[in-house]
């Protein structure tokens, strides 16, 4: 029988108040799993649980900074006496940064780096070892279509999620004789907070033309939404997957297969 179930499963989701860590969060709470989330702010970390709730889920929030590896230490430590075992680890917070690459500060490009790659390698180091412990154990990294694609203005991001991509099949290629599973999951371009700026109404009422660009390049016609990533992370993260190792899956309605719409 094959087995979706999350159930007796402990899953933390980095950065998940709202926006696709949230979305990825519930879809796991109602495949069975105890949820545990961060944010850098307890008023997001308040938020968060409030919305959680407002679905019938127990949630467990706390305010932690995930490239400060004493605060994801003490977390982790914090979350397996106060829940237990952490079975699920999604790194998912992450920032970008859209500026022209020769006018990026050095600092600007390193602040992306630090969340969206050594956040990751800091959060999953953290898991790592109860995992090993137990026999088990899931990771999942949220990529990016820049994983494998560039575009102008997201050269650290680009950066950081090309080198998520590799961390994943590192972790797929070190831990996977513990049993234990690394994978990405690539969205496409999904309407949350993070890419409201490419979706913006114009002054005079038209679209913005990244919203029309991402349309025509998108067999499936239309963004993602944070939900159509429920079911993807669910498997990845159930034991259905177990010999899925290593693996980006692109949830991105066609994007990577597409040269994209001709222009009228
Ligand atoms: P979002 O709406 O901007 O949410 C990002 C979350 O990460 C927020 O809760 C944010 O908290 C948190 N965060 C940021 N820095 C953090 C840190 N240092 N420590 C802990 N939490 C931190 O982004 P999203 O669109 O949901 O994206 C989530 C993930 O998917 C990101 O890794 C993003 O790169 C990736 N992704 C997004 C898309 C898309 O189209 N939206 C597509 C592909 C991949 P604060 O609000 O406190 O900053
Ligand atoms: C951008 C967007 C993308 C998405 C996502 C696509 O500015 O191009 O923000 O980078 O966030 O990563 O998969």
């Not at 467990?60 to 977390?75: I, K, L, P, R, S």
Request: negative net charge.
């Amino acid at each position: 029988m094959v087995n979706f179930s999350l159930e007796g499963k402990v899953a933390l989701v980095t950065g998940a108040s709202y926006g696709i860590g949230f979305a990825i969060a519930t879809g796991f709470a109602q495949a069975g799993a105890k949820i545990v989330f961060n944010d850098i702010k307890q008023e997001l970390v308040d938020k968060g649980l409030a919305a959680y709730k407002e679905l019938g889920i127990e949630a467990h929030g706390y305010v932690c900074d995930v490239t400060n590896e004493d605060q994801v230490n003490a977390m982790v430590a914090q979350i397996e006496q106060e829940v237990g075992p952490i079975n699920i680890l999604v790194n998912n917070a992450g920032i970008i940064k859209r500026i022209p690459m020769h006018e990026m500060s050095a600092a600007e490009f390193r602040q992306v780096i630090d969340i969206d790659l050594n956040g990751p390698f800091i959060c999953a180091k953290a898991v790592l070892p109860t995992m090993m412990k137990l026999g088990a154990g899931k990771i999942i990294n949220i990529c990016s279509m820049m994983s494998e694609l560039g575009r102008e203005t997201v050269s650290a991001y680009a950066a950081a999620k090309g080198g998520l991509k590799m961390l994943t099949r590192n972790i797929a290629s070190e831990y996977g004789q513990y049993n234990i599973q690394c994978n990405g999951i690539g969205p496409g371009y999904i309407a949350t907070p993070q890419t409201a700026p490419l979706r913006e109404r114009q002054a005079d009422g038209s679209r913005h033309p990244f919203d029309a660009f991402i349309v025509a390049k998108t067999p499936a016609e239309r963004w993602g939404t944070p939900e159509d990533l429920m079911g993807p992370a669910v498997f990845l993260a159930s034991e259905a997957s177990d010999f899925v190792n290593g693996h980006v899956l692109y949830v991105d309605g066609g994007i990577l297969a597409y040269i994209g719409k001709q222009p009228k």
